[in-house]
């Protein structure tokens, strides 16, 4: 059996399991009420039938689902200069909205384009389903275009009424650890998402929230709060997500009609794909996982495009957000590397 098709979608959970489903995909604007469906839906959830039905699906281990693609070759690519200029404009109209009062946080998005010798797409899900736990490999692929990525945030788990989610927000070197434990604007950033989410939650069912680690991803490392919940009603997963996306991480603070508006304004002027960042999930008989669509990258045809987000506050400063930018999408290369 080919093990890469044109029309395809998975998601490799943290328990270490995985569901791959293939095409042709039936589109529904809601969910089934049983059996297995993808939710493909953009940044600012304007997409009409997210919900993707797949004609058959495969179970399997997150082992089993990278050694899929073992055959694949590593992506040949060639990145296009990056100019910081457009981002520098922006980041001046942020602080401006920051010192006016209009944000306290909000998350633009840069994107290095390049362009592969040969189609790309079965390298990039290699290099995806080879990335493990604490990670999440997720991918869709639809006919020449697509993405594909290994993100560390999960937006949320819903099982039955039991809810999980994170808040993960800080980036820094991973040799820099020791200063980041201790970074206000770090810490400070970090607690606009947890408390966020928190906020949000409230109401529901009975918050538990664990204290902040340092979650180590190799090169870099982020602030990770878990959260968690066993909700008093059952809720629509539907409803969730318009509730919780976008969490500060990747959205504005305070969340509006005016700043979300402003917000895409930016990724649009930048060129971000519209499902970075976007709610990217697997409904699974019941069970709901949702992960965000980051670190990942996106291809149609021969061009790919490689979108990261950094979050701005009044600490900002733009030298450092561009370097963060640049650390971040040097992780995702590195998942392009065999190992």
Known sequence: MEHFTESMAWLARRDGSAVIGHGPFQESRKAPNCGVAFYVQDFALKENSPWKIPARIERMTAGELSERFADADTLDCEWNPLDATPFSVIFQEVMACIHSGVFEKTVPVVTENGTARSSPAKSICAAMTRQSSPLYSYGW???????????????????????????????????????????????????????????????????????????????????????????????????????LHPTPALGPLPRTDETLSKLLEWRQRLACPSQFGAPFALWDEGRFDAIVAIRGIWWDREEVKLPAGCGIIEASRLVNEWRELRLKREAVKRFLIQP
């Open 141 to 243: 692929v639809n006919h020449g275009s697509g993405f594909a990525g290994a993100t560390p945030e999960l937006l949320f788990s819903l099982d039955g009424k039991r809810l999980e989610t994170m808040a993960l927000a800080g980036t820094a070197r991973s040799e820099d650890r020791e200063v980041f434990a201790v970074d206000e604007k770090e810490i400070r950033e970090h607690e606009y998402v947890a408390q966020t989410l928190v906020s949000k939650l409230l109401g529901l069912g009975h918050v538990e929230r664990l204290g902040r680690e340092i979650l180590d991803l190799g090169p870099i490392v982020h602030f990770l709060t878990t959260i968690a919940l066993d909700l008093d009603a059952s809720m629509p997963a539907e409803d969730l997500l318009r509730k």
